[in-house]
């Protein structure tokens, strides 16, 4: 099976610490695929938070997952804290790639992420050009 390999950009515009919960480990004692994706969506909304902006509402714009790409490298298990780190990789028109890293306290790494985000008119139901107030936080 072919394997599409991620890597992360050199410049991490973002990063914060996220804490396992016991509800966050499946049964095979590690933190769940699906939990992990979860995880990727609190670190994206950290780092909008940071800058005063919500997904929803971004300079007028909402943001919406269009693709999702996750290479996972590690496991990660409870009371474990993550670090998540956030690079922004290519920009079009209505649309921008997010990129994610998971690590372990010990640096081990857990996962990388490729998030595809558009940016979103919810009035209208149509994709829009990339809000001025995300280009702001490059």
């Known amino acids: 099976m072919a394997r599409v390999q991620l890597t992360f950009p050199d410049t991490t515009l973002f990063q914060c610490a996220l804490p396992?919960?016991?509800s966050d480990i499946n049964y095979g004692q590690h933190l769940g695929h699906d939990t992990l994706v979860t995880l990727l969506h609190e670190g994206r909304c950290q780092w909008l938070a940071s800058h005063s902006l919500g997904e929803g509402n971004i300079g007028g714009t909402a943001q919406?997952?269009?693709e999702l790409v996750v290479n996972?490298?590690?496991e990660a298990f409870y009371p474990e804290q993550l670090t998540m780190e956030l690079a922004v990789g290519e920009m079009g028109?209505?649309?921008v790639e997010v990129f994610q890293r998971l690590s372990r306290q010990d640096g081990q790494p857990v996962a990388i992420a490729k998030v595809g985000i558009v940016f979103f008119n919810t009035a209208e139901?149509?994709?829009?050009?990339?809000?001025e107030a995300f280009k702001a936080l490059l």
């Open 20 to 22: 396992l919960r016991i």
């Open 64 to 66: 919406v997952v269009a």
């Open 72 to 74: 996972y490298l590690g």
């Open 93 to 95: 028109r209505k649309g």
């Open 125 to 131: 139901r149509c994709a829009v050009a990339v809000p």
